[in-house]
Nanobody
């Protein structure tokens, strides 16, 4: 099993909605933040939405107001509600959990394998 397990990707028409969900494996002991990234072919992986253990959120400008993120610290899950989907949202989405070292100098990322989201008519 990969460190983070995503689900909810698929094919949807423009203007439709999808909900992505992700669960952390038992091998991840400490999670300080969880988020979703996406990566188009030939592009770097980019942040879509992030939520910290203090419930502070960070969104890409392109999805702000469309893709609310939520987490459950007990269940160790994070979800991304994707609304008003556009063709340009089409790509692979990756779940991420972040552990920040005690001194705050280092951050380690635990990634899922990715789930495909396709927005097309």
């Amino acid at each position: 099993q990969e460190p983070m397990v995503e689900s909810g990707g698929g094919l949807v028409q423009p203007g439709g909605s999808l909900r992505l969900s992700c669960a952390a494996s038992r091998g991840i002991f400490t999670i300080n933040a969880m988020g979703w990234y996406r990566q188009a072919p030939g592009k770097k992986r980019e942040l879509v939405a992030l939520i910290t253990d203090g419930c502070i959120t960070n969104y890409a400008d392109s999805v702000k107001g469309r893709f609310p993120i939520a987490r459950d610290n007990v269940k160790r899950t994070v979800s991304l509600q994707m609304n008003s989907l556009k063709p340009e949202d089409t790509t692979v989405y990756y779940c991420d959990a972040k552990w920040i070292s005690g001194n705050g100098n280092n951050t380690y990322d635990y990634w899922g394998k990715g789930t495909q989201v396709t927005v097309s008519s």
